[in-house]
């Protein structure tokens, strides 16, 4: 097979972001993309340049019914594995993910993304800085390392004001049909879980009792099934761990 | 803390399953996605399904954006663009419009003056869309305010087809000159 021309992709990559590329070639199209990396960088650094046109698009009001209609869709998406308040907070969106071809190519990005490039520290900085009153100023933190002692992430802890920091984006993402679960490992007794980590940043409130023991003991991650331990104790390995220890 | 960023924020808490954040992102963007559905799918049945589903694949997948690569509002465009385009696709090209919805329909050329209000990148792009001509502009602005075709952005502007596949093309050629420098 020929190598296609550079300028022809190029010149399809802004046409598939501009929306000229229709009906059956845009289908062929997505194809492509998802079997070319290079290609579907190209396609976003299109979609990129035209971003902020939907700035300039006219503010309708859509009728109320619209938003009542999302959120009843919502409510009856399928129920996610429920441990209590903490997973619930954590809980990932469940139900099925659709194809390519039917969901756009849009909401792939992120995976070849996330293959090489560093993520969202930024998004993570922000995120503290919203939803974090008042601003924090860790208490505690504690480094989560593998079996080899490599250090993979940082947790921020303010016990102060009951709150758990972590930036999940560098740790290694869990194989298919696997979550990774945080896990608190009090003094005494048996891990308790804080749920299902997410892929990116992650800030959420403690309750007393959680803060109380952490602030003698450490911090775990396990790998367990999709969705997180069925039985509320670790099942799988513990990949990560690190002891709890005072900021200053 | 600016509209941007505070969509992106939204958008981080929303991948994690808040609902509530979904209801902010929704109060915050949902005007001006059902006004850019309505430019392209013409009707207003069309564009509530087409807003409808942007917002559930945002609460499924709010977990994929990447707030490095791009803006919320733009990455949330991208996914009901293409939501229209298969509406489109399902329901047939030539779906009866709404006549007072083609009374109402904005001025595509008015995209670009708001631009003007919008973030840095926006008023980048706006600068670039200023250096093209007129025609060729116009061109470019149907395709994406009204998810036109070539051949529709021929027909409305009465030239040929191959003439507006060439602005079309040579603008965006630009465009990327004019931005990437």
């Known amino acids: 097979m020929t190598e296609p021309n550079p300028e022809l992709l190029d010149q399809l990559a802004a046409e598939y972001a501009l929306g000229t590329l229709r009906g059956p070639a845009r289908r062929r199209f997505e194809r492509l993309i998802e079997g070319d990396p290079a290609l579907a960088r190209r396609v976003e650094d299109w979609a990129q340049r035209l971003d902020p046109l939907a700035e300039g698009a006219p503010a309708i009001e859509p009728p109320a019914r619209s938003w009542a209609e999302i959120e009843r869709r919502i409510g009856a998406a399928p129920p996610r594995a429920r441990r209590g308040l903490l997973a619930l907070l954590f809980g990932r969106p469940t139900g099925p993910v659709p194809s390519l071809a039917t969901a756009g190519l ?7 993304r996330r293959a090489g490039l560093a993520g969202a520290a930024i998004a993570l900085l922000l995120f503290v800085y919203l939803f974090v009153a008042p601003p924090p100023t860790p208490t505690h933190m504690a480094l989560l390392a ?8 940082m947790v921020s802890l303010d016990l102060k004001h009951d709150r758990l920091t972590l930036d999940a984006s560098r740790l290694p993402v869990a194989e298919a049909g696997k979550s990774l679960e945080l896990w608190i490992l009090p003094p005494q007794g048996n891990p308790r879980s804080l749920g299902v980590l997410p892929a990116g940043p992650l800030s959420l409130p403690l309750d007393r009792a959680a803060a109380a023991d ?9 790998l367990e099934p999709a969705g997180g331990s069925p039985t509320g104790l670790p099942t799988g390995p513990v990949l990560y761990s690190g002891a709890v220890l005072p900021a200053s | 803390m600016s509209d941007a960023t505070l969509l992106a924020a939204f958008l981080a808490a929303v991948a994690r399953g808040d609902r509530t ?3 902010r992102l929704y109060r915050a963007t949902a005007p001006q996605l059902f006004g850019l559905a309505l430019g392209i799918v013409r009707r ?3 564009a509530e399904e087409a807003l409808q589903e942007t917002f559930m694949a945002v609460w499924r997948h709010a977990g994929r954006f990447d707030a490095d690569r791009g803006t919320a509002l733009g990455w949330m465009a991208r996914i009901l663009r293409n939501e229209c385009f298969d509406l489109m696709a399902k ?8 006549p007072e919805m083609a009374e109402a329909l904005p001025d595509p050329a008015a995209g670009p003056e708001a631009l003007a209000q919008g973030g840095e990148e926006a008023l980048r792009l706006k600068r670039c869309l200023d250096q093209l001509e007129a025609q060729p502009r116009a061109s470019l602005l149907l395709a994406y305010y009204q998810g036109l075709t070539f051949h529709q952005v021929a027909a409305r502007l009465g030239v040929p087809l191959g003439t507006v596949k060439s602005w079309i093309r040579r603008s965006l050629v630009r465009l990327k000159g004019c931005l990437d420098t």
Not at chain 1, 106 to 112: A, E, I, P, Q
Not at chain 1, 214 to 222: E, F, K, P, R
Not at chain 2, 91 to 98: E, S, W
């Open chain 1, 106 to 112: 849009w909401y792939c990005l992120g995976f070849w």
């Open chain 1, 214 to 222: 952490l602030a003698h003991g450490g911090l775990a991650v396990s």
């Open chain 2, 44 to 46: 207003r049945d069309l």
């Open chain 2, 91 to 98: 329901r047939g090209r030539d779906a009866p419009l709404d």
């Open chain 1, 146 to 153: 593998d079996a080899a002692s490599k250090p993979v992430a």
């Open chain 2, 21 to 23: 954040a979904l209801e």
